[in-house]
Nanobody
Framework: QVRLVESGGRLVQAGGSLRLSCAASGRTFSNLAMGWFRQAPGKEREFVAAISWSGSTTGHADSVKGRFTISRDNTKNTVYLQMNSLKPEDTAVYYC??????????????????WGQGTQVTVSS
């Protein structure tokens, strides 16, 4: 079993930056592919970014490309989401997810085995 705990979400003004963190425990972190998803009120959960076990492969949704960056530190069992140039439409609960394999998991939520509880990001205009 893998436990994921997100942190870093808060209220921020449009144009600002935030860094979300997701701390993993329960399994060897370097054996996990990781991802970030988000869900806005009244909308379905959507893919934000994903990263392979080594960090050599990453992917970002078109809506965040050039503004958000996923990264990981396997020595700290943590995956990050650096969010710059935030927009009101980025307001959502952000979820960290893990797949129990080293391979890049990509955008399919069904590929992920474990999920965190989420952290709220609110961007004011």
């Amino acid at each position: 079993q893998v436990r994921l705990v997100e942190s870093g979400g808060r209220l921020v003004q449009a144009g600002g930056s935030l860094r979300l963190s997701c701390a993993a425990s329960g399994r060897t972190f370097s054996n996990l592919a990781m991802g970030w998803f988000r869900q806005a009120p009244g909308k379905e959960r959507e893919f934000v970014a994903a990263i392979s076990w080594s960090g050599s492969t990453t992917g970002h949704a078109d809506s965040v490309k050039g503004r958000f960056t996923i990264s990981r530190d396997n020595t700290k069992n943590t995956v990050y989401l650096q969010m710059n140039s935030l927009k009101p439409e980025d307001t959502a609960v952000y979820y960290c997810a893990a797949m129990g394999t080293r391979f890049y998991a990509g955008a399919a939520a069904d590929a992920y085995d474990y999920w965190g509880q989420g952290t709220q990001v609110t961007v004011s205009s």
